[in-house]
């Protein structure tokens, strides 16, 4: 069963640092891309930031870019997001989500897994 495991979250001061992962089980991650998402309480959840199956193409949110680092190792099956220069705006639940595409007549099936999350907390 295809399964995402977000870990690495937890309370840092105000200009911290903190690298999250997300750990798959029952499949090869290295097939698909991985974003990171957040949700702060009250608000939406909002995307953070993606990674190509490769590694060689990444993208990130305004909020966070420059500030954050996305990457991957294949081999541990394993995304992380380096989280830099910490701020309160950052607090929320951080998640990785996979997308599985699969070919169906009449038109591909999506499916879209995410991990339980993992709580980022930043005190000032």
């Known amino acids: 069963q295809l399964q995402l495991v977000e870990s690495g979250g937890g309370l840092v001061q105000r200009g911290g640092s903190l690298r999250l992962s997300c750990a798959a089980s029952g499949f090869t991650l290295d097939d698909y891309a991985i974003a990171w998402f957040r949700q702060a309480p009250g608000k939406e959840r909002e995307g953070v930031s993606c990674i190509s199956p490769s590694g060689d193409t990444t993208n990130y949110a305004d909020a966070v870019k420059g500030r954050f680092t996305i990457s991957r190792d294949n081999a541990k099956n394993t995304v992380y997001l380096q989280m830099n220069s910490l701020e309160r705006e950052d607090t929320a639940v951080y998640y990785c989500?996979?997308?599985?595409?699969?070919?169906?007549?009449?038109?591909?099936?999506?499916?879209?897994?995410w991990g339980q999350g993992t709580q980022v907390t930043v005190s000032s």
């Open positions: 989500k996979v997308r599985v595409v699969v070919s169906s007549t009449p038109l591909p099936t999506v499916y879209d897994y």
